[in-house]
C-alpha cells in the first residue's frame, strides 16, 4: 500500500540555524515527490518536487529537499531559518506508475516552529 | 497570473441546508480536484476531474455529497441536507495533465454548519 509518514509533529528551530522537515514514503515503482506548505488560514502552496534526476531539488522561499532512493526519504531542508518560515509543511507522494489513479498520498503534517 | 479562486471565502449555513462551493481553476489545467480539511489535519481527498467526466470519487463520503464540472473548467461541490459533521476547510486545486505536475491549491471556503 501506497503511504507517506512525517515522523515529526512539530519541528523547532531558532532563526538562523538550518532546518530539517521529515519524510518518508511507501509507494510502487519511481515515486513523484513533493513539499507543500499551508501558512494560517490559507491554502496549500507549492513548495517543490522530485521527479528523477539530480537527488536535490530547490524550490521556493529558499527550500530544497533531497531524494535517497534507499532510504525512501525526501526530507525537506532550508540552511537558514526565518521566522516566516513557521507555517505547517506537507509531504506527498504519487506513484509514476498510477496511471489514472492522480490521487496524491498524503503526509500527516510536520507544523514547524521558528523561534527569533 | 492568476491563481485557483474559490468563492465563498466563508460559509455559514444550518443543519439540514443546502450549499454550492464553487471552484475556478487556473486557465488550461485539465485535472481539477476537491479535498476537505479539518483544522490541524491534512488534506482528505473528495473527489478528482479530468475534464468534464469525474475520474476518480471515491472520497466523496456519501451520497449528500456531489460535484460537477460541466465544461471542463469552473467546478461546483454541492452538499445537500449539511450536517455539523460536515464543518471544514473545503480546498479546491487544479494542475496540468499527468503525474508529475504539481496541484495548485486555492485558499478554500471555510464551511461551518450549525
Known amino acids: 500500500a501506497q503511504s507517506v509518514a512525517q515522523p515529526e509533529d512539530q519541528v523547532n528551530v531558532a532563526e538562523g540555524n538550518p532546518l530539517t522537515v521529515k519524510c518518508t514514503y511507501s509507494?510502487?515503482?519511481?515515486?513523484?515527490l513533493f513539499w507543500y506548505v499551508q501558512y494560517p488560514n490559507r491554502g496549500l502552496q507549492f513548495l517543490l518536487k522530485?521527479?528523477?534526476?539530480d537527488n536535490l531539488v530547490k524550490g521556493s522561499y529558499g527550500f530544497e529537499a533531497e531524494f535517497n532512493k534507499s532510504q525512501t526519504s525526501f526530507h525537506l531542508k532550508k540552511p537558514s531559518a526565518l521566522v516566516s518560515d513557521s507555517a505547517l509543511y506537507f509531504c506527498?507522494?504519487?506513484?509514476?506508475?498510477?496511471?489514472?489513479?492522480?490521487?496524491?498520498?498524503w503526509g500527516l503534517g510536520t507544523s514547524l516552529a521558528v523561534n527569533p | 497570473g492568476a491563481g485557483v479562486s474559490q468563492t465563498p471565502s466563508n460559509k455559514v449555513t444550518e443543519k439540514g441546508k443546502y450549499v454550492e462551493l464553487r471552484c475556478d481553476p487556473i486557465?488550461?489545467?485539465?485535472?481539477l480536484y476537491w479535498y476537505r480539511q479539518s483544522l490541524g489535519q491534512g488534506p482528505e481527498f473528495l473527489i478528482y476531474?479530468?475534464?468534464?467526466?469525474?475520474?476518480?470519487d471515491s472520497g466523496l463520503p456519501n451520497d449528500r455529497f456531489f460535484a460537477v464540472r460541466p465544461e471542463g473548467s469552473v467546478s461546483t461541490l454541492k452538499i445537500q441536507r449539511t450536517e455539523r459533521g460536515d464543518s471544514a476547510v473545503y480546498l479546491c486545486?487544479?494542475?496540468?495533465?499527468?503525474?508529475?505536475?504539481?496541484?495548485?491549491f486555492g485558499n478554500g471556503t471555510r464551511l461551518t454548519v450549525t
Open positions: 486545486a487544479s494542475s496540468l495533465a499527468g503525474p508529475s505536475s504539481p496541484l495548485h
Open positions: 486557465s488550461g489545467h485539465t485535472a
Open positions: 476531474f479530468q475534464g468534464t467526466g469525474a475520474a476518480d
Open positions: 509507494v510502487s515503482g519511481n515515486p513523484y
Open positions: 522530485y521527479i528523477t534526476g
Open positions: 506527498a507522494v504519487r506513484g509514476a506508475n498510477a496511471g489514472n489513479n492522480r490521487k496524491l498520498i
